[in-house]
């Protein structure tokens, strides 16, 4: 499945930003969807993850409080609130699809990956 995230940008300390992937297809309902992130020089982290059904969702605990993931079926789109924003959540944020409906902190389970989308919060 081919997954398009979009909304990065500049955003303060303190603001909020909301993320969003389009995986446009039929099948979006089946899968469970995560986000994850790489800030330069670092490696790719866990953001968060929502199963197939949108039940609770799953944070990593560097963001829990502060981010929301949500879906919409109907509109193939997966969503990353984030409030509270702090100037080391800077980094490029990828939306992914694990085909099994559900997914957590683990690259591995997901089959596909965005391509990215760079938040900067500056101080």
């Known amino acids: 499945v081919q997954l398009q995230a979009s909304g990065g940008g500049l955003a303060q300390a303190g603001g909020s930003r909301t993320l969003s992937c389009l995986a446009p297809g039929r099948a979006f309902s089946r899968y469970a969807m995560g986000w994850f992130r790489q800030a330069p020089g670092k490696d790719r982290e866990f953001v968060g993850a929502i199963t197939w059904k949108g039940g609770r969702p799953y944070y990593a605990t560097s963001v829990t409080g502060r981010f929301t993931i949500s879906r919409d079926n109907a509109k193939n789109t997966m969503y990353l609130q984030m409030t509270s924003l702090k100037p080391e959540d800077t980094a490029t944020y990828y939306c992914?699809?694990?085909?099994?409906?559900?997914?957590?902190?683990?690259?591995?389970?997901?089959?596909?990956w965005g391509q990215g989308t760079l938040v900067t919060v500056s101080s």
């Open positions: 992914a699809a694990a085909v099994g409906g559900v997914a957590g902190a683990d690259p591995h389970q997901y089959d596909s």
